[in-house]
């Protein structure tokens, strides 16, 4: 059973940065898909960004809402992925998940959360001045 370990929330001011981490336990999958998701109370959780690995090739994918202000990237020796955010904003406060899926999908469906079979824990994300 895959676990995945989050770490990186916390408080910063707007239009600062945080880089948050996710490493995921021991697994074989040469093709996976990690990212992240975020939710605010109330609302759906929404998509932040995936990096989708199949064999030697990879790509990224990102929300509308973070596209040009975070970057994910990802570390296999390590299994971990990193998800940069600058430029935060206080609409960006949320609790922010880290998501896991073995095998290889379809572009599209690295934005749906019934995609990914195992999630983090959650880690907070408050941007306040």
């Known amino acids: 059973q895959v676990q995945l370990a989050e770490s990186g929330g916390g408080l910063v001011q707007p239009g600062g940065s945080l880089r948050l981490s996710c490493t995921a336990s021991s697994h074989t999958f040469n093709s996976n898909v990690m990212g992240w998701f975020r939710q605010t109370p109330g609302k759906e959780r929404e998509f932040v960004a995936a990096?989708?690995?199949?064999?030697?090739?990879?790509?990224?994918s990102y929300g509308d809402s973070v596209r040009g202000r975070f970057t994910i990237s990802r570390d296999n020796t390590k299994k971990t992925v990193y998800l940069q955010m600058n430029a935060l904003n206080p609409e960006d406060t949320a609790v922010y998940y880290c998501v896991f899926k073995g095998g290889s999908i379809i572009s599209s469906s690295m934005w749906t959360p019934a995609t990914y079979d195992v999630w983090g824990q959650g880690t907070q994300v408050t941007v306040s001045s």
């Open positions: 990096s989708r690995r199949r064999g030697t090739n990879q790509d990224t």
